[in-house]
């Protein structure tokens, strides 16, 4: 598996009671499977990615990636794990102002210490992946909410990770917007071997996947959330 979260909790302080985010979570993807994780503002989902993402050390349970078990991992070993194998779209993504496309995403390459040269060539092709082949030159706030997302999509795409981790991609997209983008994280999860988890609370973006999960007070269960079933 490349992502394997095994009874994964997590808690947070909440006044004088702990508040428990995410009820141990199991949760296995593998190359080329596209995982989709619905439920309420609220439900633990951006908590399950955090965890997900080596960034938040669950109380107990086990986080693996790309096979290894990061348990055990120092501080600098995981980041290395992170930078290398997992790339994150985040909810609230920050592209930098001044940066254009291009740069947006060779700026990943050289955080990673690697060539510049190659780097360009891989965030040319990235952008033409996404279908942004023509906008290498804008700049966030030349491009619309659709095209900034998919800029962000490309950049996670960067460092060639085998787990792909998004959050709300959709949330501020129109619905055919939305599709473009869900259809494209389809795409790119078959065509690059990914290990997607999408998380949404837009029951309506969950037809892509190939499994879909519903979060409740942080309990993750296979299945559509009542309500809403895959078209
Ligand atoms: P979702 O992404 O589904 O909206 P979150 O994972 O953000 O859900 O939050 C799950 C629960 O954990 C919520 O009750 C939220 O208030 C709480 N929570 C999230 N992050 C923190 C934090 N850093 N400290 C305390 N409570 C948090
Ligand atoms: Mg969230």
């Given at each position: 598996m490349s992502l394997a979260l095994t009874d994964v909790v997590l808690t947070y302080p909440d006044g004088d009671r702990t508040l428990?985010?995410?009820?141990?979570v199991n949760l296995a993807v593998g190359p080329g499977e596209f995982a989709a994780v619905a439920g309420p503002s609220g439900s633990g989902k951006s908590s399950l990615l955090a965890v997900a993402a080596t960034l938040v050390t669950p109380g107990s349970g086990t986080v693996s990636v790309a096979g290894r078990?990061?348990?055990?991992?120092?501080p600098a070993e995981r980041t290395r794990l992170r930078r290398d194998h997992i790339g994150i779209v985040f909810q609230q993504p920050n592209l930098?102002?001044?940066?254009t496309a291009l740069d947006q995403l060779t700026v990943m390459a050289h955080m990673a210490g690697r060539s510049p040269r190659r780097a360009a060539g891989r965030a040319r092709a990235l952008l033409a992946a996404v279908?942004?082949?023509?906008?290498?030159?804008?700049?966030p706030h030349q491009m619309s909410g659709g095209e900034r997302q998919r800029v962000n999509i490309a950049r996670a795409l960067m460092n060639g990770p085998e787990v792909l981790l998004v959050d709300?991609?959709?949330?501020?997209?129109d619905h055919v917007r939305g599709e473009q983008v869900v259809t494209l994280l389809d795409r790119l999860t078959r065509d690059r071997g990914l290990a997607t988890v999408m998380v949404t609370h837009?029951?309506?973006?969950?037809?892509?996947?190939?499994r879909v999960y519903s979060m409740t007070d942080g309990r993750l269960s296979e299945?559509?959330?009542?309500?809403g079933q895959p078209r």
């Open positions: 428990t985010a995410l009820d141990r078990d990061t348990a055990g991992l120092r930098p102002a001044s940066l279908d942004l082949a023509g906008l290498e030159h804008k700049r709300e991609p959709t949330s501020a997209l837009d029951l309506a973006r969950l037809a892509a996947a190939d299945g559509a959330p009542a309500g």
